[in-house]
């Protein structure tokens, strides 16, 4: 059967996966619905394409075209969801960047991107002073004439979808937050974009009745693929420039959110400002550490339902999903969530496997290393052929992640690779010690890291932020862990004060690393 040249593929049966037919059918179906709102705006789908059709214009008069990279380093606004759409319909590789990067780090990636363009907000206009790339500033507001105003004016007509030819081709270039080294450039394809929104569609329930709140930054990832996602489903994108409590939550209660994505912060800024019950249920979906029982509890009681996402950079944002379900104890789901879940709608398998590529046994105990495979992971590290070919050894990708199968098939993180604390010669899971901290009704984020020691090599040092009017002192943590942990585990000294993050909430612990060695160096031998 395999050889009836019949059966190949033709032009009336296949056509290249690609985000952009996604748009052209929510334009089909929704166009007169209501697609964006930014502030006191708001845009129909028809009108969001006309938005995208002007960027196509304006970029193809600037000589854009096929394989080049576009950058565009914007807050949560209109134009940005366009750009996911605008920049690929080019052929081009949107780059989005990291809103709060220095000048030294944008000017690496620009250069190492060799961007055609970049596109940015009179607010990030700056950091691009002295960057060579030519810089097109966006007007703040439509109608404010400070700036290229893509909301009005004539509408080109075209076809979206019509210059991909190849669905394995490059559609977005997202560079990874650099917490240990330089940034590496992670390529996307058309194809894994598609398939990893309509798998955030189907695993998050999101339709055409959805409210979508941007508190996720969409160049973290692409917004998890949800810039695609939410268009697909003919849902309604709520634009924000900043993520500040008081604007996360007159939104919810001014549109009646259904939906939204942030890091664990954002769930601490809920709990602590929102003073009145969502008007819907809220599903919410974060990443990072797992939510503890008082978040969970104080967020239901506010309408929100929350599931833990487990993915990378590499894997298209999401890649596993953990949602308990209807478990009313909030101890036991707490401790369920802590797991990673199994695998996202559209991924492959996650496995854990250990040195010799096996995978551990689904004990929930024997340690290994996440490893993915399946349409939903990076085509490869830009211009680095040595990073793509160590990431991809033995046909998997390796996340670096330590962790344990559970009999039910469930991951649970113990452990980044780097981050397992050696002390004594015996192996200190970082995680487990920063668990039993937030189980501290005073703690808001904890981050445990190694720090040397004379005797013990080196032993775990606790770095906590605290819940606003708290007077939590040292000694009191301390007895407190002495309480829960083995002696060997327990913190050595505790730092109190604000904890360094990346614009995506990320715990920026190589800092912390640093910290705690020059605090280490001044204190002297212990």
Same mark, same amino acid.
């Given at each position: 059967?395999?050889?009836?040249?019949?059966?190949a593929?033709?032009?009336?049966?296949?056509r290249?996966?690609?985000?952009?037919?996604?748009?052209?059918?929510?334009?089909?179906f929704?166009?007169e619905?209501?697609?964006?709102?930014w502030?006191?705006h708001?845009?129909?789908y028809?009108?969001?394409?006309?938005?995208v059709?002007?960027?196509?214009g304006?970029?193809?008069?600037?000589?854009?075209g096929?394989?080049?990279v576009?950058s565009?380093?914007?807050p949560?606004?209109?134009?940005?969801?366009?750009?996911h759409? #605008?920049i690929? +319909?080019l &052929? $081009?590789?949107?780059?989005? *960047?990291?809103?709060?990067?220095?000048?030294n780090d944008?000017g690496? /990636?620009?250069?190492h991107a060799?961007?055609?363009?970049?596109?940015?907000?009179p607010?990030?206009?700056?950091?691009?002073?002295?960057c060579?790339?030519p810089v097109?500033?966006?007007?703040?507001?439509?109608?404010?004439?400070?700036?290229?105003?893509?909301f009005?004016g004539?509408?080109?007509d075209?076809?979206f979808?019509v210059?991909?030819?190849?669905?394995?081709?490059?559609i977005?270039l997202?560079?990874?937050?650099?917490?240990?080294?330089?940034?590496?450039?992670v390529?996307?394809?058309?194809?894994?974009?598609y398939?990893?929104?309509?798998?955030s569609?189907?695993?998050?329930?999101v339709n055409?009745?959805?409210?979508?709140?941007w508190?996720?930054?969409?160049?973290?990832?692409n917004?998890?693929?949800?810039?695609w #996602?939410v268009? +697909?489903? &003919? $849902?309604?994108?709520?634009c *924000?420039?900043?993520?500040?409590?008081?604007?996360?939550t007159?939104? /919810?209660?001014?549109?009646a959110?259904?939906?939204?994505?942030c890091?664990?912060?954002?769930l601490?800024?809920?709990?602590e400002?929102?003073t009145?019950?969502?008007?819907?249920?809220?599903?919410i979906?974060?990443?990072g550490?797992?939510p503890?029982?008082?978040?969970?509890?104080?967020?239901?009681?506010?309408?929100?339902?929350?599931?833990?996402?487990?993915?990378?950079t590499?894997?298209?944002?999401?890649?596993?999903?953990?949602?308990?379900g209807?478990?009313?104890?909030?101890?036991t789901?707490a401790a369920?969530?802590?797991?990673?879940?199994r695998?996202h709608?559209t991924a492959?398998?996650?496995?854990?496997?250990?040195e010799?590529?096996?995978d551990v046994p689904?004990?929930?105990?024997?340690?290994?290393?996440?490893?993915?495979?399946?349409?939903?992971?990076?085509?490869?590290?830009?211009r680095?052929?040595?990073?793509?070919?160590a990431?991809?050894?033995g046909?998997?990708?390796?996340s670096?992640d330590?962790a344990?199968?559970?009999?039910?098939?469930?991951?649970e993180i113990r452990?980044?690779a780097?981050?397992?604390i050696?002390?004594?010669?015996?192996?200190?899971?970082s995680?487990?010690?920063?668990?039993?901290?937030y189980?501290h009704?005073?703690?808001?984020?904890?981050?445990?890291?190694?720090?040397?020691h004379a005797?013990?090599?080196?032993?775990p040092w606790?770095?906590?932020e605290?819940?606003?009017?708290s007077?939590l002192?040292?000694?009191a943590?301390?007895?407190?862990?002495?309480e829960?942990?083995?002696g060997?585990?327990?913190?050595?000294?505790?730092?109190?004060?604000?904890?360094p993050?990346?614009?995506?909430?990320?715990i920026?612990?190589?800092?912390?690393?640093?910290?705690?060695?020059?605090i280490?160096?001044d204190?002297?031998p212990?």
């Amino acid at each position: 059967m395999l050889s009836m040249k019949h059966l190949a593929s033709s032009d009336a049966n296949f056509r290249p996966l690609t985000p952009l037919d996604l748009l052209d059918r929510t334009l089909e179906f929704y166009g007169e619905r209501v697609g964006v709102i930014w502030g006191d705006h708001s845009w129909t789908y028809a009108e969001f394409g006309s938005i995208v059709a002007r960027l196509v214009g304006y970029l193809r008069a600037q000589g854009v075209g096929a394989g080049d990279v576009v950058s565009v380093m914007l807050p949560n606004r209109p134009e940005m969801v366009a750009a996911h759409f #605008a920049i690929p +319909a080019l &052929g $081009a590789v949107l780059n989005t *960047l990291n809103t709060r990067l220095e000048p030294n780090d944008l000017g690496y /990636i620009l250069d190492h991107a060799d961007s055609r363009i970049v596109l940015c907000a009179p607010e990030t206009e700056m950091a691009l002073a002295g960057c060579d790339t030519p810089v097109t500033r966006l007007c703040s507001a439509p109608g404010a004439g400070d700036g290229l105003d893509l909301f009005s004016g004539s509408v080109p007509d075209m076809d979206f979808a019509v210059g991909i030819a190849d669905e394995g081709q490059p559609i977005s270039l997202n560079y990874t937050s650099g917490t240990t080294g330089k940034p590496k450039g992670v390529v996307y394809t058309h194809r894994g974009a598609y398939l990893n929104a309509l798998g955030s569609v189907l695993a998050l329930g999101v339709n055409e009745h959805s409210r979508y709140l941007w508190t996720l930054p969409m160049f973290h990832c692409n917004g998890w693929c949800h810039a695609w #996602a939410v268009t +697909a489903a &003919g $849902a309604t994108h709520i634009c *924000l420039d900043k993520v500040k409590p008081r604007l996360i939550t007159d939104a /919810i209660q001014a549109h009646a959110v259904t939906h939204m994505s942030c890091a664990p912060v954002v769930l601490y800024m809920l709990l602590e400002h929102a003073t009145e019950p969502s008007p819907v249920r809220v599903r919410i979906t974060t990443g990072g550490s797992a939510p503890t029982p008082a978040l969970l509890a104080g967020l239901s009681k506010l309408g929100f339902d929350i599931a833990h996402l487990y993915g990378l950079t590499e894997s298209y944002g999401p890649a596993t999903l953990n949602d308990p379900g209807d478990v009313s104890d909030i101890e036991t789901r707490a401790a369920l969530m802590a797991r990673q879940g199994r695998r996202h709608m559209t991924a492959g398998r996650a496995r854990v496997v250990d040195e010799s590529g096996c995978d551990v046994p689904a004990d929930g105990q024997t340690l290994g290393e996440i490893v993915l495979a399946g349409n939903t992971v990076m085509a490869g590290y830009y211009r680095d052929p040595e990073a793509t070919a160590a990431a991809f050894r033995g046909g998997v990708f390796h996340s670096g992640d330590l962790a344990v199968m559970h009999p039910d098939g469930q991951i649970e993180i113990r452990d980044r690779a780097k981050d397992i604390i050696i002390s004594g010669g015996e192996n200190i899971s970082s995680l487990e010690v920063e668990k039993t901290l937030y189980q501290h009704p005073d703690i808001r984020l904890t981050a445990v890291v190694a720090a040397p020691h004379a005797k013990w090599g080196e032993t775990p040092w606790a770095f906590v932020e605290l819940v606003d009017g708290s007077s939590l002192t040292a000694d009191a943590l301390d007895q407190f862990c002495r309480e829960r942990l083995a002696g060997f585990k327990r913190p050595r000294h505790f730092v109190f004060g604000p904890l360094p993050r990346t614009a995506t909430g990320k715990i920026q612990k190589f800092l912390l690393r640093k910290d705690a060695l020059r605090i280490a160096r001044d204190r002297g031998p212990q």
